[in-house]
């Protein structure tokens, strides 16, 4: 396999030991030893960390996987560039209707039994009587009480507790797309988001989270996404793709651009072809009849020779043999054995399986891809946009819809809710002025 990561497991077993065993010294009477080892076991540490961070990565590599735009460009296959030509525009608030309901849908039902095992799930469906695969929303929630990102409890992502679309990071990057387009126009900077960051984001995590902490350090937005941050490779650029998709129907080459512009904020290479394959592939299913051609369409945005691309044509191949969620995510887990559960690239081929198992239908496709695990209120969200922008609105059950009562909530510090007719018609409206670019 192409990916060879080492085991940390003893590592973190040691740690934990170490704090475990220091506590109980303390309790023996050998506080002040324990502190100064503490503290030595701290250099070490640190030391360590420095030198992995200071290792030497591979030129070749970086090559194959550039992060600038005109260099990503030049790695790219033949690819349909703008489809504005195909494009039904007296379909299009039909479509988009479709891909905002189909993305907010799904996302919800990810949400309770987000980074859940399978075995967790199902013990959740048969606890609370919900079919799993879920084929509706789960009848109760762990912590029903407990907050999502300080603002709507869990049971508001339940059949019974639902009023309105409740509050998830990947909902409110998407409205903050909006924002941003509606603010800057479609010629806005990496720098334009990073002030929109700035002004609305309270809470940020992991990748976005350092971002956002830079910012308001004073790193440059250019610089923000590459200055102490791991998780550059993380699935938090690609959850932030339906906006540009949305805005630039018909029009892949132009999504993956704002895709580009947004994602440099906080990621770099896979991380940021992630947001740039699906933001093409999303702009693409407004005239596509099959996701499986979108996502194709969606590949010619990224370079040829990059990892997600190798994944994301690995995954196509391999769709054709997968026959349900268990053995989907068998494969995800055998080719990407070690790699983090919210990396970009694993996820991708979750979201490829589950567009390609479901066959055209809604309701399949997010009962799929949530069965799956991993960071599946993500995978299913970017299902359901690609696909609801594919069969539109009227090819989502009511079931899905019918308690979101016409509310979309954020955690954005200045639009904190939205109308979601509001929300369809702004972006269609952006979608029109794309085509004249």
Not at 40 to 56: H, K, P, S, V
Request: aromatic share 8%.
């Amino acid at each position: 396999m192409q990916y060879r990561y080492p085991s940390f497991d003893k590592l973190t077993q040691l740690c934990g030991q170490i704090a475990e065993y220091g506590a109980l010294k303390c309790e023996s009477g050998a506080a002040g030893a324990v502190e100064e080892l503490t503290r030595q076991l701290g250099e070490q540490l640190a030391q360590g960390l420095a030198a992995i961070r200071a290792l030497e990565e591979d030129p070749r590599l970086a090559e194959t996987e550039p992060n600038e735009l005109n260099a990503i460009r030049t790695l790219r296959d033949n690819g349909p560039r703008n489809l504005s030509a195909q494009l039904d525009k007296s379909a299009l608030p039909h479509r988009m209707e479709g891909a905002v309901l189909g993305r907010f849908a799904a996302c919800l039902l990810g949400v309770p039994v987000e980074g859940w095992s399978i075995a967790e799930m199902e013990a959740l469906a048969k606890d609370c009587g919900t079919p799993f695969p879920p084929t509706q929303y789960w009848k109760a929630a762990s912590f029903p009480y407990r907050l999502q990102y300080e603002k709507s409890p869990r049971r508001a992502y339940t059949q019974d507790g639902m009023d309105g679309v409740a509050v998830d990071d990947d909902i409110t990057y998407t409205l903050l797309d909006l924002l941003i387009l509606e603010k800057y126009g479609f010629s806005f900077t990496t720098e334009d988001v990073g002030e929109m960051w700035k002004q609305q984001l309270p809470i940020a995590c992991t990748a976005e989270k350092v971002a956002l902490d830079n910012l308001n350090a004073g790193v440059p937005a250019l610089l923000a996404g590459e200055t102490n941050n791991p998780y550059m490779q993380w699935i938090g650029a690609d959850i932030r793709s339906d906006g540009w998709g949305w805005a630039c129907a018909g029009r892949p080459e132009l999504a993956a651009e704002l895709a580009w512009r947004d994602a440099m904020l906080s990621h770099r290479r896979n991380g940021i072809y992630g947001e740039m394959f699906f933001a093409a592939a999303q702009a693409a299913a407004f005239t596509a009849k099959d996701p499986v051609d979108a996502l194709r369409i969606g590949l010619t945005e990224i370079p040829n020779t990059c990892a997600l691309y190798r994944d994301i044509q690995w995954a196509l191949e391999e769709g054709k043999k997968i026959t349900d969620y268990r053995q989907a995510r068998a494969a995800v887990d055998d080719r990407f054995a070690g790699m983090h559960p919210v990396h970009t690239n694993n996820n991708a081929c979750l979201t490829v399986f589950a567009l390609m198992l479901g066959g055209g239908d809604y309701t399949k496709t997010v009962s799929q891809v949530v069965a799956m695990g991993m960071d599946n209120d993500c995978t299913a969200a970017t299902a359901g946009s690609i696909l609801g922008a594919i069969i539109g609105s009227a090819g989502i059950p009511a079931h899905w819809t019918e308690k979101f009562h016409n509310k979309v909530y954020t955690y954005m510090k200045q639009d904190p809710d939205f109308a979601l007719d509001d929300v369809v018609a702004r972006f269609v409206h952006l979608a029109v002025q794309a085509q004249e670019l």
